[in-house]
């Protein structure tokens, strides 16, 4: 039987997500909601250096995130080719 995760994200991944344009924020949106089912999908990385972080790339945007007991937090969200999705986050 498979875990019942639950979706939280920081006032900052919204904020982020709610400035993208309708076509990003869907497909951002449809990877976050797709993490429910499987939170460790075959794209996902460990970050360098962080035994928990995770990330995830979807189109030209990464997400952030952790799972933790049933939960999956969503740290941040930022373009793909820029570092300071990260800095958002730490």
């Known amino acids: 039987m498979s875990k019942n995760y639950v979706l939280d994200m920081t006032n900052k991944a ?3 997500l709610e400035s993208l344009e309708n076509k990003q924020c869907k497909q951002v949106a449809i ?8 939170p460790y999908p075959n794209d996902s ?3 360098r250096g962080h035994s928990r972080y995770r990330r995830v790339d979807i189109g030209e945007y990464r997400i952030i995130y952790v799972v933790e007991d049933n939960v999956i937090q ?13 800095k958002r986050f730490l």
Do not use: C, H, Q, T
């Open 45 to 47: 990385e460990l970050l």
């Open 14 to 16: 919204f904020k982020y």
């Open 74 to 86: 969503i740290l941040a969200i930022g373009p793909r080719n820029d570092d300071a999705v990260y």
């Open 31 to 38: 990877k976050m909601l797709s993490l429910l089912r499987n």
